[in-house]
């Protein structure tokens, strides 16, 4: 029991019965416990999985029994081929270690993998719904092929058949393309970035249409690496369109959903980059064969109208003899014409000179003259009766305008008497009072008076 409990000091342990303190039994227990499990590995399921903005995972390992507190620091987050979900079956390999601050013993993950095929599995089903989620195997996303790819890049390693592959379809179908190989290790530890480094690489170089990125055959393990997160994401950044080509047509990888084309095999993928270019030339060669068919119709037409235009020249002679005995006749309908018109219009002038001639125009002319002395007699007896009239009406209405003026009644002797204001006419002596100024408005002028004393009018 005393070495269970080992101090890591040199002071004496306490008397057996002596209490111990907390910290000092927790550090005795981490001793421990760090000492005799430094290197284990559980299998279990996951459970309250949770990642922290520092990065660190914390879950729980559970099985039908008992559960482990478990924490993989953020470091050791980064190399994980998969993402953590709650109920996945895992093995994780670490250390046993004790969290002094709540007295609680956890495993300490350096390693994690899914357990057996069907954690695998799991694991690969899980991160297919996340970048699914996301919009990465989106068709609205999807890149069209070139039509002419002229620079080609591939990512595949060099000691396997896919990039001999690869290169014979290429060289033998499309000798034109410049095929550009970038080797990257396409199974086992760091394969993953082994391909990313590589699709980094191309992406740098100009000019790049198209990039097939694969490998050949094998196992679920050995294609392993092409379900990584990351591979994923790089090739969904890349700036052109990349076919993926893993395994053997039955194979399905993240990367085949995340690409723009996915190929049944390497050869398979070169296939399909030189399809677009037959299918290209094929349309050249239609093009042609119609373009030719619609020239030679046009020469054809062409021809059968100048055999047409030969023939009616060779009419011409024939037409032309035909218009000039037109010419003529119509001539001598014309002259006929023109005589009948003439000959008309002589009629109509001996009929109009004698209409004429039997006018006499001196006795219409002095009838016309007398008519018109008569009406200018007329109007000026007509004038002078209305200008009298006038007259007189206009001397009667002066003299009824005189005799209703009050400048006329003025001046006959009369005065007008206005108040001070001169706004109002004064009527009645029993308006004003004395004292009070007045204005007196006579024929030739105005007075300014003051009144000093006022009669009532006494007639009854």
């Not at 000691?159 to 990257?184: E, S």
């Not at 209405?397 to 003025?410: E, N």
Request: charged residues 30%; contains cysteine; glycine residues 6%.
């Amino acid at each position: 029991m005393s070495d269970l409990f080992a101090l890591p000091f040199d002071d004496e342990p306490p008397a057996p019965d002596a209490p111990w303190t907390v910290s000092d039994l927790t550090a005795a227990i981490r001793g421990t416990l760090e000492g005799e499990f430094s290197a284990v590995a559980v299998e279990g399921e996951i459970s309250n999985c949770r990642q922290w903005s520092s990065g660190h995972l914390y879950f729980t390992l559970k099985d039908e029994r008992a559960q482990l507190r478990a924490v993989m620091f953020r470091t050791t987050v980064r190399t994980l081929r998969f993402r953590p979900e709650d109920g996945l079956r895992v093995v994780a390999r670490g250390r046993l270690g004790v969290y002094d601050a709540k007295g609680e013993y956890q495993l300490i993950c350096d390693a994690l993998d899914p357990h057996g095929v069907g954690a695998r599995q799991a694991a690969f089903e899980a991160l297919k719904r996340q970048l699914q989620a996301e919009g990465l195997f989106d068709q609205t996303r999807k890149r069209p092929l070139p039509t002419l790819p002229r620079r080609i890049g591939v990512v595949t390693s060099l000691d396997g058949a896919a990039v001999r592959d690869i290169v014979r379809v290429l060289v033998t179908r499309h000798p034109t393309a410049r095929i550009l190989v970038r080797a990257a290790r396409v199974q086992g530890e760091g394969a993953a970035d082994d391909v990313i480094r590589a699709l980094r690489a191309i992406a740098r170089v100009p000019d790049i249409d198209v990039v097939i990125v694969g490998r050949g055959g094998g196992s679920a393990e050995d294609l392993w690496a092409f379900n990584d997160e990351r591979l994923a994401r790089a090739i969904a950044a890349m700036p052109m369109p990349v076919i993926s080509a893993v395994g053997h047509e039955v194979d399905f990888t993240i990367a085949d959903f995340v690409a723009d084309v996915r190929a049944a095999t390497p050869s398979n993928a070169a296939e399909i980059v030189v399809d677009r270019a037959d299918n290209f030339v094929s349309r050249i060669d239609r093009a042609d064969r119609r373009l030719r068919a619609a020239l030679a119709l046009a020469l054809a037409r062409r021809a059968q109208r100048l055999q047409q235009w030969q023939a009616r020249l060779r009419r011409w002679p024939t037409v032309l003899m035909l218009r000039d005995r037109d010419i003529h006749q119509v001539h001598r309908r014309l002259d006929r014409a023109i005589a009948a018109r003439l000959t008309a219009d002589g009629q109509r002038y001996d009929r109009l000179r004698r209409r004429l001639e039997a006018r006499d125009v001196r006795r219409v002319a002095a009838a016309l003259a007398t008519r018109l002395a008569t009406a200018r007699a007329r109007l000026d007896a007509a004038i002078t009766r209305r200008r009298l009239e006038a007259a007189a009406r206009t001397g009667a209405l002066a003299a009824r305008l005189d005799a209703l003026s009050p400048l006329s009644v003025l001046g006959r002797g009369y005065a007008v008497c206005w108040n001070a204001t001169r706004d109002d006419i004064i009527r009645s002596a029993a308006t004003v009072q004395t004292g009070d100024r007045v204005r007196v408005t006579l024929a030739d002028g105005e007075l300014a008076c003051r009144v000093e004393n006022t009669t009532a009018d006494q007639r009854t």
